[in-house]
């Protein structure tokens, strides 16, 4: 299921299995909300190394629906893509849509973003939906805590999230397929309710973890922060995955506290407003400077828009042209997995620590 593989400080190299092809940590996912990774076809998905996607359960549910989806094999044979999905479960959607949305001990009562019909979402619901989604790793309902959040209030939701947690997991056994569950570690910023939270999903033995709840606005050191909180109680021979986050630099200091798994909008949401990644920060092709720049966008990844010059991408994007966002998307998202790709031959050289430091202080120092 998971092997470590290596270990260098606190960074991990390792390998999970999954019903749909093995997975290389650490690891970077594209964000597929709606069976999509907006702008790019599972081939071009393909061709910039990404070995797993996510998915959102709340927003499949809702619009086309978990059963219309099951009849088409799951969300493999729906989207066309062969490798490993990951599936959220819906808590985060309650804790964003809290307009929306009414939390009990049964579960969350939503009204839909698109019609406004009541509809309620239970951990065996959840754990459901997912299985006729057919994903290849489920994540647990939780209540995800917002930003400031009073400690008793705190400690109340992520009792809540525990009892939840106990709930799927007995879904997920009495499913008896091949699938993975992970329980997800609530806490907000309190690092003793974050230990009591990781200490009893660990005594729950859930195949792999995830920590939520962090990167809901609060700063980078306290995310950080509570990111080691969690990991430090958590199995070695576990996966982890910290969900929702984040930037290159972000994912190498998390990489470096023992997490393995990260998911993030924001290489497809940043390149859809013309911003490209590169080994010496963002660059903005709709800058002026850009208009006769023959280079590509980065020397040193190789991607199928690498072929490209900026100065071409920038005009794609400054005309309104699609291809402007579907290029720079395959560019970012090449990007974060490659980072993930130069991790794992660090990790396994031993070398990770003095060569995530070099990389992250090059990489802020800009283009000149």
Known sequence: MFELLKTDGGARRGRLCTPHGKIETPIFMPVGTQATVKGLSPWQIEETGAQII?????HLNIRPGSKLIEKFGGLHGFMKWEKPILTDSGGFQAFSLSSLRKISEEGIEFKSHLDGAKLFLSPEGCMQIQRELNSDIRMVLDECIPYPCEKRACQKSVERTLRWAKRCKKCHDAFADKNLTFGIIQGGIYPDIREMCAK???????????????????PEEEMLKQVEASTKFLPDQKPRYVMGVGTPVQLLKMIALGADMFDCVMPTRLARHANAFTSRGIINLKNSRFKEDAEPLDCSIQSPASKFSRAYIRHLMVSGETLGGTLLSIHNISFFLD????????????????WSQSWIERYQSGEK
């Open 200 to 218: 009893e999903l660990a005594d729950m033995d859930f195949p792999g973890y995830a920590i939520g709840g962090v990167s809901v606005g609060e």
């Open 54 to 58: 996510l998915s959102n359960t709340y």
């Open 339 to 354: 980072l993930m790709k130069q991790a794992r031959e660090h990790i396994e050289a031993g070398d990770f620590l003095a």
